[in-house]
């Protein structure tokens, strides 16, 4: 079955501190990974695509098959990070939708 | 260009009522796509449209749910009778290209939906 397991609902950070944010999937076969983000008050979008190896907003994302993980990372945190962030995974079979995790709602503090 | 328009954005309904959800997809923009969070969990797929047609209804979770896209441009999402577990965030998403999920969609800012 597919799934995405966000192990963290909340964290919390300094501003300038490294930050990482876990990802861990179930798939069959090769997965296609996704970071999405929401900011406050806005609309939920996409940050990046593990298939283009791109660093958006500093944050980067490697996709590791042997642990099962695609996690977020930056190394220095800014204040308007801030948001709540989805790791997402496309469906199987050809389908296109999306299988998303809970969600982990990142706090960068001053 | 417009963004994907979503109305109401907070809808208040008792248990048994009847609501419409409705979603305006940037024009030109073949594949619709519905979702809703629940209200501590993930986000789910409802439903894929190709313009007029159902794609994938995989995620719809009971035939109180009905969605329909008049003439492959905008989209309404029914529930007929509304039911607590209801309550959520449905959101809308539209995306032009043949590999959306892979392109990226564009989201609506959601409709909050609360039966009580």
């Known amino acids: 079955a597919q799934r995405v397991t966000q192990p963290e609902k909340l964290l919390s950070v300094f501003k300038g501190a490294p930050v990482e944010l876990k990802c861990n999937y179930s798939y069959s076969g090769s997965p296609e990974l996704f970071w999405y983000v929401q900011y406050s008050r806005q609309r939920l979008q996409l940050l990046l695509r593990?298939?283009s190896r791109e660093s958006i907003k500093g944050f980067t994302a490697d996709l590791n098959k042997g642990e099962t993980s695609f996690h977020l990372k930056k190394p220095f945190a800014q204040e308007e990070d801030s948001a709540m962030y989805y790791c997402a995974l496309k469906g199987q079979g050809g389908s296109e939708k999306l299988v998303f995790g809970k969600g982990t709602k990142l706090t960068v503090n001053p | 260009e417009a963004g994907v328009t979503q109305f109401p954005s907070h809808s208040v309904i008792e248990k048994g009522q009847t609501v419409t959800l409705r979603c305006d997809p940037i024009s030109g923009h073949d594949n619709l796509y519905w979702y809703r969070r629940v209200m501590g969990k993930e986000i789910k797929f409802l439903l894929h449209f190709v313009k007029e047609s159902k794609q994938d209804e995989s995620g719809m979770p009971n035939n109180r749910f009905l969605a329909e896209r008049t003439g492959g441009t905008y989209s309404t999402l029914k529930v007929q009778p509304a039911e607590l577990e209801d309550s959520g965030v449905y959101f809308c998403?539209?995306?032009?290209?043949?590999?959306?999920?892979?392109?990226?969609?564009?989201f609506g800012s959601g409709t909050r939906l609360t039966v009580v």
């Open positions: 593990h298939i």
């Open positions: 998403a539209s995306s032009q290209v043949t590999t959306p999920v892979l392109s990226g969609y564009t």
